[in-house]
T-cell receptor, first 114, second 116 residues
């Protein structure tokens, strides 16, 4: 069974600064997908960024980028130029290659301060 | 609005009562998922459908829980004889499976259940 661990329950960052959220996972699969989802207060969860395990290049989406270390089973999210709207719960998630369900970490609450 | 919608948004019920939630996925999506999220935790998988077929159920889904997706469109999740431990946010998500695994699941806003 796969597990996902987020060791930072809460993080805070000043507006315009950079923050990194950590995630580690455990799996015996070789091909899989990793995701970061954002859940703003009282709003629905949305996909921030995804990474396919067979791709060595780290995914980037505008201000969001990941550091994917397959051997270490590590998948961190870097948010550059943090904005107040980035305040949310962030979940790291894993899915097998055949995509039948997401396995989530416990989440990290990120607070962006002005 | 063409996103995933869930109804009701909030439900308060007395212990022992039955409740039913509804999820309307994005119309062209053939996969539909139910997750449960308790306060301060990540969502936990409950079950998923591909079209009208229920393909996997988590061990979290006790006999008191039943889910259906009768015509491969909307889905219902029923909880019978509710217990206080059932209090949680119930999330629905949908995706479109293709030749490779569809990697983006779209989530609804959830139904928050409180059992008193």
């Amino acid at each position: 069974a796969q597990t996902v661990t987020q060791s930072q329950p809460e993080m805070s960052v000043q507006e315009a600064e950079t923050v990194t959220l950590s995630c580690t996972y455990d799996t015996s699969e070789n091909n899989y997908y990793l995701f970061w989802y954002k859940q703003p207060p009282s709003r629905q969860m949305i996909l921030v960024i995804r990474q396919e395990a067979y791709k060595q290049q780290n995914a980037t989406e505008n201000r969001f980028s990941v550091n994917f270390q397959k051997a270490a089973k590590s998948f961190s999210l870097k948010i550059s130029d943090s904005q107040l709207g980035d305040t949310a719960m962030y979940f790291c998630a894993f899915m097998t290659e055949y995509g039948n369900k997401l396995v989530f970490g416990a989440g990290t609450i990120l607070r962006v301060k002005s | 609005d063409t996103g995933v919608s869930q109804d009701p948004r909030h439900k308060i019920t007395k212990r022992g009562q039955n409740v039913t939630f509804r999820c309307d996925p994005i119309s062209e999506h053939n996969r539909l998922y139910w997750y449960r999220q308790t306060l301060g935790q990540g969502p936990e998988f409950l079950t998923y459908f591909q079209n009208e077929a229920q393909l996997e159920k988590s061990r979290l889904l006790s006999d008191r829980f039943s889910a259906e997706r009768p015509k491969g469109s909307f889905s219902t999740l029923e909880i019978q004889r509710t217990e206080q431990g059932d209090s949680a946010m119930y999330l629905c998500a949908s995706s479109q499976i293709g030749d490779r695994a569809s990697t983006e699941a779209f989530f609804g806003q959830g139904t928050r259940l409180t059992v008193v």
